[in-house]
C-alpha cells in the first residue's frame, strides 16, 4: 500500500529511507522554491519583498496549511522559531493560566530538550515549581489536583508508544490543569484532533513527517477560544498587535500571531511551502493505515530474520506512532553497517534502533528490501567491522 506521492520525492538511487521520522527527506520542488525566493525575491526585490512577495504573511500561511493536518482550524496555528522555544512558550504560557499551583507534569519517555525548557523555565521562575516525570503508563494517575500544567510528548521517541490524548486531555481538565501536547512525531505521521481532544496548546516541529528540510521551523496551537488572552512569555515584536507602530510597551496580536517572536526565516519556510503541497488531498485515515501496513510488514519480516533484535514498540499498532524501535546491545554499530548498505534509519542511546514509516515516499518494496538487507548483516555479523565502532557527533 503506497499513497501516491513518491515521486514528489528526490531519494537518491539506492537509499531506502526509514528515518523520516527525524528528517524528511528533499521534496523535489524544494531546490526551484529556495532558489526563486533567494533570485527572484531577496536578490531582485530586497527589503521590498516583505510586501512585494508576501513574506510577512508567510509564517501564517503555513500555519494555515499545517492546522488541518493536526485537526487546527485557520488562524490557530503560528509558525517559527524551533521547537524548544515553542516548548517553553506554551509551558510559560500555561504555567500563566493556573496561578495558584506548582507542579508541571510530563513522562520519563519525553524528549530531553522538552524536559530541560521545562527546568530551566522553572529555575527563571524560581517560584518552587516542580517538575514531575512519572514513566509513561503511569501519567494518568498522576495527573492530580496538584498539577498546573501536563505537557506530553505524544509518541515517544524512543519506543514510538503512543499517548492517548483524549483520555489524558480529559483527565488534565477535569483537576484543572492546562493541556499542552508536542506533536513532534504526530504531525503529518498520525491523526490528530486538536479541537476534539480540546487540549489549551500544542506544538510540534516541521522537518521531520513534514519534510520542511533541517531547521525548519516549528509550529505552535492555541485553542482558538484562548488566543486571546493567552500570555505570550516570548513577547517578540512580531507578536505585537501592530509592529511597525513601533510602540515601546508591548501590547500583542488579537489573533494566533501574538505567539510569532522575531523576523521570520523566509528561506526554510519557502522550503516548507513547497513541502507541505505533497499533503494536498492526503487523507490522515488512509496515510495511517498505510504506516501501520508498512510497520506490521517490518516486524513480521525482522523477526523472522534477525532474531538478535528485540522489539521495543508497542507490539499492538493502535499503541505505536509510525516508527518502530528494536533494541539490539549491538545497536549503534548495526546501525551504521545498515546505513553503509543503503538502509538510514538512527540508534537512540542506550541500545534503541529506530526505523520511520513514512507512506508517501515508502512502499511494501522498499520494506521488503530493507528486511533482506537486514539479515544479510545480521546473519554475517557485519556490524562487527572496526569501522562501524566510532561514534559520530549526531547518532
Ligand atoms: C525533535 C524533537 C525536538 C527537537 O527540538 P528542536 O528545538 O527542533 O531541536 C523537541 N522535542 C521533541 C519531542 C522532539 O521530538
Known amino acids: 500500500m503506497t499513497l501516491p506521492k513518491k515521486h514528489?520525492?528526490?531519494?537518491?538511487?539506492?537509499?531506502?529511507?526509514?528515518?523520516?521520522?527525524?528528517l524528511g527527506p528533499?521534496?523535489?520542488?524544494a531546490v526551484d522554491s529556495a532558489s526563486r525566493v533567494i533570485a527572484d525575491e531577496w536578490g531582485t526585490e530586497l527589503i521590498r519583498a516583505w510586501n512585494t512577495a508576501d513574506w510577512m504573511t508567510l509564517p501564517s500561511r503555513l500555519g494555515d496549511l499545517i492546522a488541518p493536518l493536526i485537526g487546527a482550524p485557520k488562524g490557530s496555528v503560528a509558525t517559527g522559531d524551533t521547537l524548544s522555544i515553542k516548548?517553553?512558550?506554551?509551558?510559560?504560557?500555561?504555567?500563566k493560566r493556573v496561578p495558584d499551583r506548582r507542579v508541571i507534569l510530563?513522562?520519563?519517555g519525553n524528549f530531553p530538550s522538552d524536559l530541560y525548557m521545562a527546568q530551566g523555565?522553572?529555575?527563571?521562575?524560581?517560584?518552587?515549581?516542580?517538575?514531575?516525570?512519572?514513566?509513561?503508563?503511569?501519567?494518568?494517575?498522576?495527573?492530580?489536583?496538584?498539577?498546573?500544567?501536563?505537557m506530553i510528548t505524544q509518541v515517544d521517541y524512543r519506543s514510538g508508544g503512543m499517548h492517548d490524548m483524549t483520555a489524558i486531555t480529559e483527565k488534565a481538565q477535569s483537576v484543572g490543569a492546562v493541556m499542552i501536547w508536542d506533536l513532534a512525531h504526530s504531525a503529518g505521521a498520525v491523526p490528530v484532533d486538536m479541537l476534539g481532544c480540546n487540549a489549551e496548546f500544542a506544538v510540534g516541529c516541521t522537518y521531520k513527517y513534514l519534510n520542511g528540510g533541517p531547521g525548519a521551523p516549528a509550529f505552535i496551537y492555541a485553542r482558538?477560544?484562548?488566543?486571546?488572552?493567552?500570555?505570550?512569555?516570548?513577547?517578540?515584536?512580531?507578536?505585537?498587535?501592530a509592529p511597525f507602530a513601533m510602540d515601546p510597551e508591548y501590547r500583542p496580536a488579537m489573533s494566533i500571531e501574538r505567539l510569532r517572536v522575531g523576523t521570520?526565516?523566509?528561506?526554510?519556510?519557502?522550503?516548507?511551502?513547497?513541502?507541505?503541497?505533497?499533503?494536498?488531498?492526503v487523507s490522515m485515515a488512509e496515510l495511517r493505515a498505510a504506516s501501520i501496513h508498512l510497520s506490521e510488514t517490518f516486524i513480521r519480516e525482522v523477526e523472522a530474520r534477525c532474531p538478535d533484535l528485540v522489539l521495543a514498540s508497542p507490539r499492538h499498532p493502535a499503541q505505536r506512532g509510525s516508527q518502530v524501535s528494536f533494541a539490539f546491545e549491538h545497536g549503534y554499530p548495526a546501525m551504521q553497517a545498515l546505513i553503509d548498505h543503503g538502509v538510514i534509519g538512527d540508534f537512540r542511546a542506550?541500545?534503541?534502533?529506530?526505523?520511520?514509516?513514512?507512506?508517501?515516499?515508502?512502499?511494501?518494496?522498499?520494506?521488503?528490501?530493507?528486511?533482506?538487507?537486514?539479515?544479510?548483516?545480521?546473519?554475517?555479523?557485519?556490524?562487527?567491522?572496526?569501522?562501524?565502532?566510532?561514534?559520530?557527533?549526531?547518532?
Request: one cysteine or more; proline letters at 8%; a negative charge.
Open 264 to 281: 521570520p526565516p523566509i528561506l526554510q519556510l519557502a522550503v516548507l511551502e513547497q513541502a507541505l503541497t505533497a499533503w494536498e488531498g
Open 26 to 29: 528533499l521534496p523535489k520542488g
Open 121 to 150: 523555565l522553572i529555575r527563571t521562575l524560581d517560584q518552587a515549581y516542580e517538575l514531575r516525570t512519572p514513566a509513561p503508563e503511569d501519567v494518568l494517575e498522576a495527573i492530580t489536583d496538584e498539577v498546573a500544567v501536563v
Open 8 to 22: 514528489l520525492f528526490d531519494l537518491p538511487e539506492g537509499v531506502i529511507y526509514l528515518d523520516g521520522n527525524s
Open 224 to 241: 482558538p477560544d484562548i488566543i486571546a488572552d493567552v500570555e505570550p512569555a516570548l513577547a517578540g515584536w512580531l507578536g505585537h498587535d
Open 87 to 95: 516548548v517553553y512558550q506554551a509551558l510559560a504560557s500555561a504555567l
Open 350 to 395: 542506550p541500545d534503541i534502533m529506530r526505523f520511520g514509516f513514512t507512506p508517501l515516499y515508502l512502499d511494501d518494496a522498499d520494506v521488503l528490501r530493507a528486511c533482506e538487507i537486514m539479515e544479510m548483516i545480521f546473519q554475517e555479523a557485519l556490524w562487527r567491522d572496526p569501522k562501524y565502532q566510532v561514534r559520530s557527533r549526531v547518532t
Open 106 to 108: 510530563s513522562d520519563s
